[in-house]
């Protein structure tokens, strides 16, 4: 069981800065990819950014130059730095985190966390 705890949403004036917490915790053995999604009202869910454990980064391009992830392994944590925040930024915030546990075989997990808002007031 691996469970994802999420924090640092909240509103925000355009052109303010936010940073989302997401520590990993349970029978962990390791972790590939780390990320965050958001979904807006309306909308599908969509990949925001990722880091995987070799350090790979991938950006939506709306966030490029904006938003920076950043991991940090002994914690079992990722952030996300969010500057220059625009009103289309709003959405539901989601940690999600791949890895393998510690049960026989080292069975794979995929697991989200509860979301966080984040509001951009214009």
């Known amino acids: 069981q691996v469970q994802l705890v999420e924090s640092g949403g909240g509103l925000v004036q355009a052109g303010g800065s936010l940073r989302l917490s997401c520590a990993a915790s349970?029978?962990?053995?390791?972790?590939?990819?780390m990320g965050w999604y958001r979904q807006a009202p309306g909308k599908q869910r969509e990949l925001v950014t990722q880091i995987t454990s070799g350090g790979s980064l991938n950006y939506a391009d709306s966030v490029k130059g904006r938003f920076t992830i950043s991991r940090d392994n002994a914690k079992k944590t990722v952030l996300l730095q969010m500057s220059s925040l625009r009103p289309e930024d709003t959405a539901v915030y989601y940690c999600?985190?791949?890895?393998?546990?510690?049960?026989?075989?080292?069975?794979?997990?995929?697991?989200w966390g509860q979301g966080t808002q984040v509001t951009v007031s214009s």
């Open positions: 349970g029978s962990i053995f390791s972790i590939n990819a």
């Open positions: 999600n985190v791949d890895g393998r546990t510690l049960a026989w075989g080292r069975p794979g997990f995929s697991s």
